[in-house]
């Protein structure tokens, strides 16, 4: 009989229940959670996305999407705009102070990633992530 540690599944739940969290009490002091950091970290990236571009490309709901960026906005962290050449859809966009909350959240995040991986050498973590990122992108289809 398999142990539950003998099973990769379950080991990665748990290690994400445990990683999630980490994550969301480093970004408690910045009023997020750690689906608000996927998406400021996500914007970083482009130049602006439309919300539903938002949910497809962070898998998340489309309503969800919508009360996410209605908090980030509150907080002065995302702006909304219209799309160019659809008055309908909406553009958002990282303001500048989203920005500065971004640089130091992403303090935050390094801490955590250095406490979870803390038992891997440096080349262990490089191979992981490398792996992690290929079955996630590989999850994208």
Do not use: C, W
Request: charged share 30%; glycine share 8%; net charge neutral.
């Amino acid at each position: 009989m398999r142990t539950l540690h003998a099973d990769t599944g379950y080991l990665l739940y748990r290690l994400g229940l445990h990683s999630g969290r980490l994550f969301n009490a480093t970004l408690e002091e910045f009023g997020l959670r750690l689906r608000h950091y996927a998406l400021l970290r996500y914007l970083a990236t482009v130049e602006g996305a439309l919300q539903r571009e938002l949910s497809d490309r962070l898998g998340y709901d489309p309503s969800a999407i919508v009360s996410l960026v209605d908090d980030l906005q509150e907080l002065g962290l995302v702006e909304r705009g219209p799309a160019p050449g659809d008055r309908r859809s909406r553009i958002v966009a990282l303001t500048d102070r989203g920005k500065d909350v971004l640089r130091d959240t992403d303090k935050g995040s390094r801490r955590v990633t250095d406490e979870l991986l803390a038992p891997l050498a440096p080349k262990e973590r490089a191979t992981l992530q490398a792996l992690l990122a290929r079955v996630a992108e590989a999850d994208r289809g």
